[in-house]
């Protein structure tokens, strides 16, 4: 168990930090879901643990934020209030890759909410459509649209924003 908690913490930390920013309550949903994998006598799908813990760990910030009334379900908050990309998301290392993530971050930050999320989780946890749409409660074929709306909406936007020169 210990190995599971260090192998999926980050990208768990990573995920839940987008849905809440609180990092206590966070922290707490990811120890809370871990003690009660330790605690259960069945085990996670070996398939696809990260896609389980990912959904779970969703799952269980949603609730605790429910039940401390800090925000209301998902369902009942306008679609772009939910899941926040963060900049530190896209920063590139290399200096030549600049401009085109100062111009991708523009992009996304006129995206809906769950288009973001569906971008997060298939390019950045590399989820397949599948975990994706288990994830996000939707069907397989869902996810494929989804997925390929926010990409032309991105490809759109992107050939609108003008380029920027940086020094």
Same mark, same amino acid.
């Given at each position: 168990m210990? @190995?599971? %908690?260090?192998?999926?913490?980050?990208?768990l930390f990573r995920?839940?930090?987008?849905?809440?920013?609180?990092t206590e309550i966070l922290?707490?949903?990811i120890q809370e879901l871990f003690i009660e994998l330790w605690q259960s006598k069945n085990p996670p799908p070996s398939t696809s643990v990260k896609a389980?813990?990912?959904?779970?760990? +969703?799952?269980?910030?949603?609730?605790?934020?429910?039940?401390?009334? @800090?925000?209301?379900? @998902?369902?009942e908050l306008p679609e772009n209030q939910l899941f926040e990309m963060c900049h530190e998301? %896209?920063?590139?290392?290399?200096?030549?890759?600049a401009e085109k993530t100062v111009r991708v971050i523009n992009a996304l930050a006129q995206l809906s909410a769950r288009q973001k999320e569906i971008i997060y989780?298939? %390019?950045y946890q590399n989820l397949s459509y599948e975990e994706v749409s288990d994830i996000?409660?939707?069907?397989y074929q869902v996810a494929r649209n989804l997925l390929s709306q926010a990409i032309k909406?991105?490809? +759109?936007?992107?050939?609108?924003?003008?380029?920027? %020169?940086l020094a």
């Open positions: 210990g @190995q599971l %908690f260090r192998r999926h913490y980050a990208d995920y839940g930090n987008k849905i809440c920013a609180d922290e707490d949903c389980y813990l990912l959904k779970a760990i +969703k799952y269980k910030l949603l609730k605790a934020l429910h039940k401390r009334a @800090q925000v209301k379900l @998902q369902a998301t %896209f920063i590139i290392d290399k200096q030549e890759h989780l298939k %390019f996000m409660n939707i069907n909406t991105m490809k +759109k936007i992107l050939q609108k924003l003008p380029l920027l %020169f």
